[in-house]
């Protein structure tokens, strides 16, 4: 069994107007967001959110804009208060915490990485990754120990004495990262940390995001309105939709499961090939009968085991874990993966497709 979740958000509701209390039996009741707002003049921000968020785990909230993903952050570190709910963080629920435990919470126990950077610009590097530990009071000399420490380790060695404005936007969000780590809190929070940034500095931000997390199991919480870097980086994947979890779970679930239409039309878009991997598609353990063509990994991606079987669909792989075996891949399955789940259309049979033309003529 999977230990205690590190955070915990259970029924979390957030309306937004003059007197919310007075709305949540109504939302509750089932009063939609549209409806809500034109009898009401208020705003569902959130409805009935339910997340684990596990030690270890990147937790990425996707959504469009206006779905609530700075909501329920805004919510995770006290910035805002719930209508009704609880988040409960090592098993306390934080919903009431104000004053000097609330500062508590921010300052040791969560950190932030932001869109914009955040640094101060009037502050050396070094300065701005020393900050947090010293607006708490830890000793100055760790201070700059500790942030020389995380600098080196984001590749920024050599340029502690620098200005932000002197570093490029990558650099800056490296330093913003090394801030938030030189915090030594367990949980940090991202939000849109990589949006401002061009897509291959992005890729390599995540790609770095990911290295570190190996080493540092933090409880990564991670906002983006992009499914293609939820899908990179998650490991736990929370579809937001007005304020409502359309679905949740392992990327890999959610691309061969989607729960509806709505994520049908998310997921078509996206290169299979490319984001599958062995994994989601072996059959558990070894099929002795099967003459198989070779090892792969469970990482590998479809397309790299397509370019390995040379695209002939009758091969087999044995798929390993650590270097053992762990299942096996048929290529049917793979190409079978790479078609998108039914998206709700008829098949284009001969009877459906004369069925409009007998309407037209009936009407
Ligand atoms: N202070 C507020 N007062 C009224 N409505 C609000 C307030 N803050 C957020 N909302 C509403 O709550 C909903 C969720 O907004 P939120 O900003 O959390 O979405 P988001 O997914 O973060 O969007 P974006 O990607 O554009 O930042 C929206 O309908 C928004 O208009």
Redesign the pocket.
Known sequence: MREQPKISVRNLY?I??ANPPAMLAKVRGGMG?AELLAQHSH????QDINIDMHRGDITVIM??????????I?HLNGLIKPTAGEILLDGANVVGYAGARLRELRRFRMSMVFQNFALMPHMRVHENVELAQRVRGDKGTDAGKNALTWLDRLGLKGFEKHYPHQLSGGMQQRVGIARALASNSDVMLMD?AFSALDPLIRTDMQNLLLDLQKDLEKTIVF?T?DLDESLRIADHLVI?K??IVVQQGAPQEIILNPADAYIRRFVNDINRARVLRAESVMVPGVIVELRTSGNVDVDDNLESLIARAEGDATRSFVVLRHGAPAGTVRMQDVFRALVPPNSGQRPLTADAQSAPVREERAS
Do not use: A, M, N, P
């Not at 705003?43 to 959130?46: D, N």
């Not at 959504?63 to 329920?72: A, F, N, P």
């Open positions: 957030k937004f107007g967001k705003v569902i921000g959130l959504g469009l804009s206006g779905s609530g993903k700075s909501t329920l805004r849109e906002i309105h937001l007005d304020g």
